[in-house]
């Protein structure tokens, strides 16, 4: 049998937390992208795409669903799986879906089953430092996600900026706080202007990874569909149509993930 070229054992050193917190105090930029299986996962770790997320996103671009709230946890374990077989160096992390966090036990016994599916973080949207600090206390790391919160699309009404008014600026100031305090590694600011982003970037000492947040935030992530136009919804503003420049699907991640690091994306036609 052939043996997995993706398996341990293959040399190459995973990234850890302390890395990427070490990338964030030398000023280089994080990459982030989307995936779901194995391919793709490959792909981006061979570019060098430096954390790779197992998104709820999958509810829209895999499963077609309208918004993010229809996956499951099993959903999520079984991608996550996919993905985790074959990155080697990328930072793994997964969402924790819809309705899987509403009390920190709940929390815990989910995230547990994602680090074993292969994550090295779960990530949770909202101000939830009561399940972060829990789950931080077993030794589960976190990603918090605040401004725009996919998962609470009914209660928001529409996929909106975040964070224009004062008083809403300020909340999203105080949460990232809260949550850094709470024990969160690393936070994604997904849709609010970017002179926010770059304050709440300055302000924290984890790493910030920007969806729609400007260039000034640590590291940037897209939804890997979106960026390689291969949506079946609507790109957004904040992304961007990376295969337009590219003669294959390798090319255009690369491109982007140049562009990160040289602070080229995103331009001002996508941050607000
Ligand atoms: O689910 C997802 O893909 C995400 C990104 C938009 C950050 O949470």
């Given at each position: 049998?052939?043996k997995n070229?993706?398996?341990?054992g293959?040399?190459i050193?995973r990234?850890?937390?302390?890395q990427?917190?070490?990338m964030?105090?030398?000023g280089?930029?994080i990459s982030?992208?989307t995936?779901?299986?194995?391919?793709?996962s490959?792909l981006?770790?061979k570019?060098?795409i430096?954390?790779?997320?197992?998104?709820d996103?999958l509810?829209?671009v895999?499963?077609g669903?309208?918004t993010t709230?229809p996956v499951?946890?099993n959903?999520?374990i079984?991608?996550?799986?996919?993905?985790?077989?074959?990155r080697?160096?990328?930072?793994?992390?997964?969402d924790?879906p819809?309705?899987t966090?509403?009390?920190?036990l709940v929390?815990a016994?989910?995230?547990?089953?994602?680090?074993?599916?292969?994550?090295?973080?779960v990530?949770?949207e909202?101000?939830r430092n009561?399940?972060i600090?829990?789950?931080?206390?077993q030794?589960i790391?976190?990603?918090?996600?605040?401004g725009?919160?996919?998962?609470?699309i009914h209660?928001v009404?529409?996929?909106k900026?975040?964070?224009?008014?004062q008083t809403?600026a300020?909340?999203i100031i105080?949460?990232?706080?809260?949550?850094?305090?709470a024990?969160?590694?690393?936070?994604v600011?997904?849709c609010i202007?970017?002179?926010?982003a770059?304050?709440?970037s300055m302000?924290?000492?984890?790493?910030?990874?920007?969806?729609?947040?400007?260039v000034?935030c640590d590291?940037?992530?897209?939804?890997l569909?979106?960026m390689l136009n291969?949506?079946?919804?609507?790109r957004?503003?904040?992304?961007?149509n990376f295969?337009?420049?590219a003669?294959d699907?390798?090319?255009?991640?690369n491109a982007?993930?140049?562009a990160?690091k040289?602070?080229?994306f995103?331009a001002?036609?996508?941050?607000?």
């Open positions: 049998m052939k070229q993706y398996a341990s293959s040399g050193k990234l850890s937390i302390n990427l917190a070490a964030k105090q030398r280089e930029k982030s992208l995936a779901y299986d194995a391919s793709f490959a981006l770790d570019v060098g430096d954390i790779i997320l197992v998104g996103s509810g829209m895999i499963q669903h309208e709230l499951t946890i959903d999520m079984y991608h996550t799986r996919c993905v985790a077989a074959a080697r160096r990328a930072f793994l992390v997964a924790l819809f309705m966090y509403y009390t920190p929390a016994e989910q995230a547990a089953r994602l680090l074993q599916a292969g994550a090295q973080m990530k949770l909202g101000p009561e399940c600090s829990f789950l931080v206390d030794g790391p976190v990603c918090g996600h605040l725009l919160l996919p998962q609470s209660q009404g529409s996929y900026v975040q964070g224009k008014e809403d300020a909340k105080d949460d990232a706080y809260q949550l850094e305090q024990g969160a590694g690393l936070l600011l997904e202007p970017a002179g926010l770059r304050e709440i302000q924290l000492s984890i790493p910030v990874i920007g969806i729609g947040a400007g000034e590291g940037q992530v897209l939804v569909y979106d291969i949506g079946i919804i609507k957004p503003r904040f992304s961007k295969m337009v420049e003669a699907i390798e090319q255009a991640i982007y993930h140049q990160v040289q602070l080229q995103p001002a036609e996508h941050s607000f």
